[in-house]
């Protein structure tokens, strides 16, 4: 059982930033995908970026070049830096843990990123 503990949400202005943090109760480089989603109200929640064990990372259209995941192995954290923020990019972020053999899927409790206009 993983455990996914997210940080760093908050309220800020359009065209700010924040940088949200997902520490994990086991060693990162051993789950095959770490990832980011969001889900605003009254909508689905939706991939946002993630980053497997060997490295390649993944951003969706809607926030490449503004967003950038990351993460630090030794502190068995994940990040996701956001620049640019934007009122739609408002929701509910979850750090997403993923193994494949076998398959199991964690979550985190959720971090609020409100972005004001």
């Known amino acids: 059982q993983v455990q996914l503990v997210e940080s760093g949400g908050g309220l800020v202005q359009a065209g700010g930033s924040l940088r949200l943090s997902c520490a994990a109760s086991?060693?990162?480089?051993?789950?095959?995908?770490m990832g980011w989603y969001r889900q605003a109200p009254g909508k689905q929640r939706e991939l946002v970026a993630f980053i497997t064990s060997g490295g390649n990372l993944h951003h969706v259209d809607s926030v490449k070049g503004r967003f950038t995941i990351s993460r630090d192995n030794a502190k068995n954290t994940v990040f996701l830096q956001m620049n640019s923020l934007k009122p739609e990019d408002t929701a509910v972020y979850y750090c997403n843990a993923e193994n494949w053999f076998p398959p199991a899927t964690y979550w985190g409790q959720g971090t609020q990123v409100t972005v004001s206009s």
């Open positions: 086991e060693k990162i480089s051993s789950i095959n995908v």
